[in-house]
């Protein structure tokens, strides 16, 4: 059922590309939407889509920019105004003493001593992983790493940079997926965590927006990134070609929050999705999802 599995993108770009075709016009937008900004903070920033924003954002326009995650991204290792925070964000006492971190970074300005009282920042919540297979396959443990990943971690950052967010008028982008829209049997932790990150994020964004804030939930479909290795499979599941690159999801988020979207479904036939599993009966929806799901480590 999920969108982008039932179409194949012919002689698939490289990521690069993909920014070689951007607009003047689009390019523009994001540039001033980016700008804007004292700072980006960014979970997973290392590979796949978190990646990806940050690629897009160095092309596109310098902000000063931290990355919280386990791995370092090495092609930044000589960017200038850049911050890693190695941390496991699962941890509770470890993203407190990120955020200090991250909070001592934002407030320090090389050239200037200090940035501006209230700084404006934008928040992605991009870090999250999947697990694909019958409940409670691979084991309850990973499951329950996931909830505290996907769901734990994502709320826990949102409290502790809200009062930053709210003062400075900055905004959250928080990855979901476009598994949030219905039950997935194969992917039933999963597609529950990024529903609930799709509520979450409606919800706080309509109270953020009558503050002067924006808040934005970004649902891609299957991205080439290591979400498929980290569920289980040996080798991706799909045809080459399938789903998006991690450039195509920062683009479109990123274009989005630019026009003050509170919900970006990326790709037309994640968005026709989307918009009918609402129209049919949810029995009918589950039982198309199964079939689809089941017969994927098949294709």
Do not use: W
């Not at 928040?123 to 019958?134: C, D, K, P, R, W």
């Not at 409290?159 to 900055?170: M, W």
Request: a positive charge.
């Amino acid at each position: 059922m999920l969108g982008d599995f039932c179409k194949i993108f012919k002689d698939k770009k490289a990521d690069g590309a993909v920014l070689s075709k951007l607009s003047k016009t689009k390019r523009e937008l994001i540039r001033r939407e980016l700008s804007s900004y004292d700072a980006v903070i960014i979970t997973g920033g290392s590979s796949g889509i978190g990646r990806g924003f940050i690629e897009v954002m160095d092309d596109i326009c310098h902000v000063k920019l931290c990355n919280i995650s386990r791995n370092f991204p090495s092609e930044l290792r000589n960017r200038s105004d850049f911050l890693h925070i190695p941390c496991d964000l699962v941890n509770p006492a470890a993203l407190d003493s990120a955020f200090r971190e991250v909070c001592s970074f934002i407030y320090l300005d090389k050239n200037k001593g200090k940035c501006s009282k209230n700084p404006k920042i934008l928040l992605i919540n991009n870090s999250g992983f999947g697990a694909y297979g019958e409940f409670p396959a691979p084991d309850i443990n990973r499951n329950c790493q996931m909830i505290d990943l996907n769901v734990r971690a994502l709320t826990r950052l949102c409290g502790l940079f809200h009062p930053l967010i709210v003062s400075g008028g900055g905004s959250i982008i928080n990855i979901a997926s476009t598994a949030a829209f219905q039950a997935c049997p194969q992917l039933s932790v999963y597609a529950a965590t990024k529903s609930y990150v799709l509520s979450f994020t409606l919800a706080i964004g309509y109270e953020l927006n009558r503050k002067g804030c924006k808040c934005l939930c970004v649902c891609p479909g299957p991205t080439s990134s290591n979400f498929f290795a980290a569920a289980g499979f040996d080798s991706p599941p799909l045809p080459g070609g399938f789903g998006h690159v991690p450039l195509e999801v920062a683009i479109g988020a990123y274009t989005a929050l630019a026009k003050g979207k509170n919900l970006k479904v990326i790709g037309l036939l994640n968005s026709v999705q989307a918009a009918l599993v609402r129209l049919f009966p949810i029995n009918f929806v589950l039982s198309m999802s199964g079939f689809v799901l089941k017969r994927v480590r098949k294709l």
